[in-house]
T-cell receptor, first 115, second 115 residues
């Protein structure tokens, strides 16, 4: 079965640079979530989109922005990168409405290293 | 705000034995879901088991089962016949009902499986 695809899998950037992370949800999934997992920490919710509209926002820095496109893929844009942004960034997808398919399926993550 | 607490940073179990991981949560919602996710060294987030709050029956998936005590807001995971492949970080997670709801994770329990 198709899974959530994230690209790139690994990314190395320098301080103050910009990074773009991409997420391709499971086909027919209309909701995308972004989570950030720092070293030794639990995943923290950043932002989510349902039917191409932002549905919820967590502890996402103002330097970060995201959107969901007409084909339901999503991009997380991160500017003025700081050392503390180094983390594993997960994208998850689901069907937005509650029901048997309410589960969030996680992608493999993008490991961002800021030097 | 919803909170999820895992009070056991690390647990150890011998192969073929049984282990129980604890999780408590706090919410004022009546419609919610609870999950256990496994994160092996690959860092992939893998759904182990889910429980709907409106269901009284405890969920079971092969060797994995939960003890859901709604009044006590407790949601423990029991792993029977532990295998070396069960060694991982386990996260308890909460999601309220409704469209496109985020996951809130506990801090995780690292499970070691010994011979």
């Amino acid at each position: 079965a198709a899974g959530v695809i994230q690209s790139p899998r690994h990314l190395i950037k320098e301080k103050r640079e910009t990074a773009t992370l991409k997420c391709y949800p499971i086909p027919r999934h209309d909701t995308v979530y972004w989570y950030q997992q720092g070293p030794g920490q639990d995943p923290q919710f950043l932002i989510s989109f349902y039917e191409k509209m932002q549905s919820d926002k967590g502890s996402i820095p103002d330097r970060f922005s995201a959107q969901q496109f007409s084909d339901y893929h999503s991009e997380l844009n991160m500017s003025s990168l700081e050392l503390g942004d180094s983390a594993l960034y997960f994208c998850a997808s689901s069907l937005g409405v509650a029901g048997p398919t309410y589960e969030q399926y996680f992608g493999p993550g993008t490991r961002l290293t800021v030097t | 705000a919803q909170t999820v607490t895992q009070s056991q940073p690390e647990m150890s179990v011998q192969e073929a034995e049984t282990v129980t991981l604890s999780c408590t949560y706090d919410t004022s919602e009546s419609d919610y879901y609870l999950f256990w996710y496994k994160q092996p060294p690959s860092r992939q987030m893998i759904l182990v088991i889910r429980q709907e709050a409106y269901k009284q029956q405890n969920a079971t998936e092969n060797r994995f089962s939960v003890n859901f005590q709604k009044a006590a807001k407790s949601f423990s995971l029991k792993i029977s016949d532990s295998q070396l492949g069960d060694a991982a970080m386990y996260f308890c997670a909460y999601r309220r009902g409704g469209t496109a709801s985020k996951l809130t994770f506990g801090t995780g329990t690292r499970l070691q499986v010994t011979l």
